[in-house]
């Protein structure tokens, strides 16, 4: 393991305002893990950073001592970024200020905010974006690979809102990206992951959302599977942009709002967002809540920020986490056959498949584009394997390729993406000229790939 000098690490100290941790100090073990229990990394330092002065030297101090560097916001990186062995780490955590401008519609955050924060802020004045389906998620990884929540159909994703970016480039310099300074930088930070810098506050454009909204989950015995499938496909068909939802093929948990007699047995489960008028709600749900004998329906009016932290019991940190994504032109017979069988198959209780519709406003990108592809997607199809500990862990990692290889375009979302891609599949991701366009991005803010633990773009002289 990397041993850093006391002299080096000391002139660090001196010039950082946020604390250093290394394997010796108290606390280290609870620095260095992330919510993806499936990651135990041990990295020669972690930075919490104090503000943007201590990104800089967190920067400066990875490349004068070659070593590697993990970004961390929220820690929710499924292939674990957020962490590395024997290199630096720099924690965003604390860097948790929001300024929100309700009338103009703008929220700026820092890197360190997670979503539970940004919807306390935002809510506030009725306002909100497309945010994460777990509320502990950061904003900031969430963002920069495109951000799928809620609000998608309504909203677009959240990168589709980012109007402005801080960003620390490799070579230490602090740059604006906005539609004036720096817009390519811009338009890669919407989808492009974190390959071009560490950005240290987000600007965001914000919409009337809330305080109520109309949203929950229905849920169905699973024997009724493939006609509760069919019959999602035909309810998305013609849902309103108003509202989002989730297939899920799962195992019924112990949640007080299902009989005890279905706990530990297969359903499917419904769970959306109408984010249009509440009094329309009711009317508008009703096709994805009448798809086969119904278990339980807890849709109903609650508040947004009820919505954005209902699943949150069902994710706890330390858990073993893999994921795997592909996007979909439609549900097939094919596509159907395919979930039914892999659905039989779920290794653990806690393993899900979800199918998230998508289009809407999604499907329209932003002024100035993005790095985001596959808009003219109609849905996801999102594999989540997880198990308490290691045990079972490989055999579940196993099941998800299964269940999502030859499913689908091919092409994966890289924030449901569950391990290091190679360049074939970072490729597919971005086809075409958005990829040659990333990489000619790369080549100006980072040539000598300071930022590698991510889906990465290498530059074109790697």
């Known amino acids: ?5 006391e002299a080096t690490l000391a002139e660090l100290s001196q010039g950082v305002r946020g604390e250093l941790i290394t394997p010796d100090s108290d606390g280290y073990d609870e620095a260095r893990s992330i919510w993806n229990g499936a990651h135990d990394r041990r990295p020669a330092l972690v930075l919490r950073c104090a503000g943007v002065a201590d990104v800089i030297k ?12 993990a970004v961390r916001g929220g820690g929710h990186s499924i292939p674990g970024f957020s962490t590395t062995d024997d290199g630096i780490v720099l924690d965003l955590s604390p860097m948790k200020g929001i300024r929100v401008d309700p009338i103009n519609k703008r929220v700026v ?4 905010v997670l979503w539970r924060d940004m919807d306390a802020e935002t809510q506030a004045f009725g306002l909100a974006l497309t945010g994460g389906l777990i509320s502990s998620t950061g904003i900031a990884g969430f963002t920069l690979g495109g951000g799928i929540g809620w609000l998608v159909r309504r909203l677009g994703l959240t990168a589709d809102n980012l109007v402005a970016a801080d960003v620390v480039t490799a070579d230490g310099q602090l740059l604006r990206a906005d539609a004036d300074e720096n817009p390519d930088l811009l338009w890669a930070l919407r989808g492009g ?7 240290t506050s987000f600007e965001y454009t914000l919409h009337d959302v809330g305080p109520m909204v109309f949203s929950g989950g229905v849920f169905y015995p699973g024997e009724y599977a493939e006609q509760i499938i069919n019959g999602y496909r035909e309810a998305c068909a013609s849902a309103p942009d108003e509202l989002t939802t989730v297939l899920n093929l799962t195992t019924a948990p112990p949640v007080p709002f299902l009989p005890e ?9 419904v769970l959306g967002m109408w984010s249009g008028a509440l009094a ?3 009317k508008q749900t009703q096709p994805v809540r009448e798809l086969a004998p119904v278990i339980a329906d807890v849709f109903s009016p ?5 919505m954005q932290q209902l699943i949150d019991p069902l994710y706890p940190r330390g858990v073993h986490n893999y994921f795997r994504s592909n996007f979909l032109d439609g549900i097939g017979a094919d596509t159907v056959a395919s979930l039914l069988r892999s659905y039989a198959e779920i290794p653990t209780p806690m393993t899900e498949i979800h199918v998230h519709h998508l289009g809407g406003a999604m499907s329209r990108p932003p002024a100035g584009g993005s790095a985001f592809h596959n808009r003219d997607k109609e849905f996801i199809l999102n594999v989540v394997a997880r198990t308490p500990g290691a045990e079972g862990f490989d055999q579940a990692v196993a099941w998800a390729r299964r269940a999502t290889d030859g499913v689908g375009t091919g092409s994966a979302y890289v924030n449901f993406t569950g ?3 190679g360049p074939d599949q970072v490729r597919s991701s971005y086809p075409g000229d958005t990829y040659d366009r990333l990489v000619s991005v790369k080549d100006r803010y980072d040539p000598a790939n300071v930022f590698r633990l991510n889906q990465n773009i290498a530059p074109s002289k790697a």
């Open 109 to 112: 955050a820092q890197a360190g």
């Open 261 to 269: 007699e279905v706990h530990g047995k297969p359903i499917v489960a």
């Open 1 to 5: 393991m990397t041993a850093l000098g």
């Open 280 to 282: 329309d709600g009711d």
């Open 193 to 199: 992951g974190g390959n071009f810098g560490v950005v």
């Open 419 to 421: 391990e290091a891609a």
């Open 302 to 306: 609650m508040p947004y920020l009820g």
């Open 58 to 69: 967190g920067v400066q101090f990875a490349r004068s001592e070659n070593l590697p560097l």
